[in-house]
């Protein structure tokens, strides 16, 4: 069965740069929730969009941005990345009301 | 503050023996409890779940408590095996494919 697809697997990047993360939901699924989890800490929800409007908004800083398009991906986009940054990030999706989220397998970001 | 409370942290259980993981949470209005199960570089991935009409779902070796009066759930893991070795987290949504608040999170180790 499809499952979440998220790109890249692994990114490295320096401080003050910019990362732009991508997420491919399963197919017919029209939501989509951006988590980051830190080394050893559970995931910590960041931003959720349903139907390529955002529907609710977490810990996300100011510096990160989100959007979903009209194919129903996802991309995170953070700016001025400082070394707390690193972290896993996970997209997961669902069809609203219907199933429950399933995760894709991250995005490392080292931030150096 | 954690919306919910997962303990233990960290569990060693023999092989065949039985892993339990208990969760409480504040928020009256959590109506969906799943469990994920998260091996490392991997994305979690949804074990079991029950909602609050229910007081125990099985799903093969795995089992959901749930005691709505004391806004507590468990997950009991029979005959527990190494290959269970992974890192679980309890988690609470309103509606079930809504944004997740996880729990901290207990690495399971089932000893050969």
């Known amino acids: 069965a499809a499952g979440v697809i998220q790109s890249p697997r692994h990114l490295i990047k320096e401080k003050r740069e910019t990362a732009t993360l991508k997420c491919y939901p399963i197919?017919?699924?029209?939501?989509v929730y951006w988590y980051q989890q830190g080394p050893g800490q559970d995931p910590q929800f960041l931003i959720s969009f349903y139907e390529k409007m955002q529907s609710d908004k977490g810990s996300i800083p100011d510096r990160f941005s989100a959007q979903q398009f009209s194919d129903y991906h996802s991309e995170l986009n953070m700016s001025s990345l400082e070394l707390g940054d690193s972290a896993l990030y996970f997209c997961?999706?669902?069809?609203?009301?219907?199933?429950?989220?399933?995760f894709g397998n991250g995005t490392r970001l080292t931030v150096t | 503050q954690q919306q919910v409370k997962q303990s233990p942290q960290s569990l060693i259980v023999q092989k065949g023996g039985i892993s339990i993981i208990n969760c409480a949470y504040e928020?009256?209005?959590?109506?969906?409890f799943p469990w994920y199960q998260q091996f490392p570089g991997k994305g979690p991935a949804l074990l079991i779940a029950?909602?609050?009409?229910?007081s125990e779902k099985k799903e093969g070796r795995f089992t959901i408590s749930f005691n709505k009066s004391a806004k507590q759930f468990s997950l009991h893991i029979m005959d527990s095996q190494p290959g269970d070795s992974a890192t679980y987290f309890c988690?609470?949504?309103?509606?079930?494919?809504?944004?997740?608040?996880f729990g901290k999170g207990t690495k399971l180790t089932v000893n050969p």
């Open positions: 988690a609470a949504s309103i509606g079930g494919s809504e944004k997740l608040v």
């Open positions: 928020n009256t209005a959590f109506d969906y």
């Open positions: 197919p017919r699924h029209d939501t």
């Open positions: 029950i909602r609050p009409d229910v």
């Open positions: 997961a999706s669902s069809r609203r009301g219907e199933s429950p989220l399933h």
